[in-house]
């Protein structure tokens, strides 16, 4: 079982820079792959970032890609999101998210822990 928890949310101006943490609790925490995900008022939860067991491989939804950096520490056992250039539409809950494998993750379904979120607000 893994246990998962966000911080370092907040309100930021268009432009700006937030750096969320997440981090593990749990012995299989380094053998899981990682990712983040958002979900704004009345819309589904989408991907936004997976990196793998490694931190060898990521994955980047084409909205943040060359924006957020996902990055981990597994001696830490954090994993971060680097999210620079910040917009009003990344305005959203994010989440922090556990695989049971390895490799790099884009799917909801494919993962198994889920941290409780935490609020990131790009106001215009």
């Known amino acids: 079982q893994v246990q998962l928890v966000e911080s370092g949310g907040g309100l930021v101006q268009a432009g700006g820079s937030l750096r969320l943490s997440c981090t593990a609790s749990?012995?299989?925490?380094?053998?899981?792959?990682m990712g983040w995900f958002r979900q704004a008022p009345g819309k589904e939860r989408e991907f936004v970032a997976t990196i793998s067991r490694s931190g060898g491989s990521t994955d980047y939804a084409d909205s943040v890609k060359g924006r957020f950096t996902i990055s981990r520490d597994n001696a830490k056992n954090t994993v971060y999101l680097q999210m620079n250039s910040l917009k009003p539409e990344d305005t959203a809950v994010y989440y922090c998210?556990?695989?049971?494998?390895?490799?790099?993750?884009?799917?909801?379904?494919?993962?198994?822990?889920w941290g409780q979120g935490t609020q990131v607000t790009v106001s215009s």
């Open positions: 749990g012995r299989t925490y380094s053998n899981n792959a």
């Open positions: 998210a556990g695989t049971r494998y390895g490799g790099t993750e884009r799917l909801v379904n494919g993962y198994s822990y």
